[in-house]
Structure formats: structure tokens, C-alpha cells
């Protein structure tokens, strides 16, 4: 029983960082119906971001994580502008086409300047480990859960409350009816590619103090489950990426604590595919019918 909640508090842990991921994924999914593939490669210049500002610039590790995510947005939407923008009325194919090359680009690009060789991220802060009834956790792990719970209630509150959130909410329902209401529709998506770039970044920052290692693929395999997390709560809603974020963290590390943890990767996509054939929308989606 304690080794079933210390790995569900891991998974939670790891979860948080998936679902940071995957409320990107899933925000632009909802504006433009567009999959960013680039999006795992943000999450790593965040966490090069984070290494700048703590190793180089010698910042408190709070104030580095809120300056690569800053970053990371003016990247986002920078990425956006270029790349998306002027294929947005263009088949989604190549919208995607451009996904993938500037996830190739940003992997090559921070190969070439940084080369492919591992990093040890800095540990800005010291690690302590606490013991309830036999169950361990760090301090770091409590500062990813709650800096990640604290980032998605901010999230929730600009988007349910603000008049930016508003109008994300407008186009994301019907993009030519905002038009004509008088919303900025380029705007909205720029703001939009800001949030979830940060947010990408705030996961890249502490998973990099948590496993002390950086390198330019590290955006990859983080960012395909994140995908998935996205896809299994229900794309383009927001609660979902969430939830779908902790199911794939907690099952990844039930997973390892078995003697099958070198499948871990195949049985999170293995559960997708159940899911999925189960109920196609994800969990949180709902069917909707489409006009002809």
C-alpha cells in the first residue's frame, strides 16, 4: 500500500509537468485546430532558459523560471507570426508540415549552438526529503506540484475572467462570428501561443531542477505524451489536458514500479488506443455534430 502511494504521489508529480504541456496543446487545438508539434521543443529552450538564468546570471531560481517563461512567450509568438500565420488559411497539412520543420529547427538549432552532450542543470535549490508513515517526498517535488497548480488556476482565471479570456473563448466557438464582433482574431492567437509557450517553459524549468539533466531532445518524448494527454482528456479543452496530464503520469510511473517499466512508453499509448476506442472525444470531450 505505501509503495502504491508513493508512486501515485510520483505520478502526480510527473503529471503536473504533462499537463502544463498539454494545456499548450490543447489551447492552440481549440483557437485554430492546429497540433504544434513545435510545442515540446519550447519546453526545452525553457528549461535551456532556466539554465541560462541560474548558471550564467546567477538568479534565485523563482525569478529565472518567470523570465524564461517570458521568453519562451515572446518565442511562441514570435514562431506563431512567422510559421503559422501566413498559412492559416492554407489546407492543415501544411500547417503541420511547418510544425514539425520548426521543431526540427529549434532541435538542430540548439544542437548546433549548445551540441547534443547532456547538462546538469543547476540546483538553485537544495534538496530535503520529507518521511510521512513511510512515504518520502522532497521539497522539489512540492514546489512542481504547486508552482503547476498555481499556473493552471491562473490560467483558468484569465481565461474564464478576463476580456482576453473572453475573446480566446469566442474564436475558439466560432472564429468568423468573433470577427465580427469586433475581436482581434490575430491577437487572440498570439496571445494564446504566449500562454502555452510559458506554460511549456514553467515545465521545462522544473523538470530540469528535478532530474538535474538538460539536452536538446529532451522536448520529444515529453511533449508526444503530452500530446497524448491532450487527446486523452479531450483536445481543445482545457480541464481535460489536466486531467489527461495526471492519468498519463501516474499510470507511467505505476508502470515502472512493475516488472514492465522498460514498456512504459508502449502502455501509455496502449491506453490511448483503449481510450480512444472506448470514447473518441477523451474523457472530457463531448460529441458534437457537424454541419454539412
Known sequence: MTTFIQQLINGLMLGSVYALLALGYTMVYGIIKLI?????DIYMLGAYFGY??????HLNFFIALILAMVVSAVIGVVIEYIAYRPLRHSPRIAVLISALGISFFLENGMTYLYGSDQRSFPQAIKTVQYQFCGI????IQLIIAVTSIVLMLLLTYIVKNTKMGRAMRAVSADPDAASLMGININHTISFT???????????????????NSIDPLMGMTPGLKAFVAAVLGGIGIIPGAAVGGWLI???ETMVQATPFSDYKDAIVYAMLIVILLIKPTGILGKNKREKV
Open 193 to 211: 501561443f504566449a500562454i502555452g509557450s510559458a506554460l511549456a517553459a514553467a515545465g521545462g524549468v522544473l523538470i530540469g531542477l528535478y532530474y
Open 52 to 57: 541560462f538564468f541560474i548558471k550564467v546570471l
Open 136 to 139: 518520502q517526498i522532497s521539497n
Open 36 to 40: 504544434n508539434f513545435a510545442h515540446g
Open 249 to 251: 503520469g501516474i499510470l
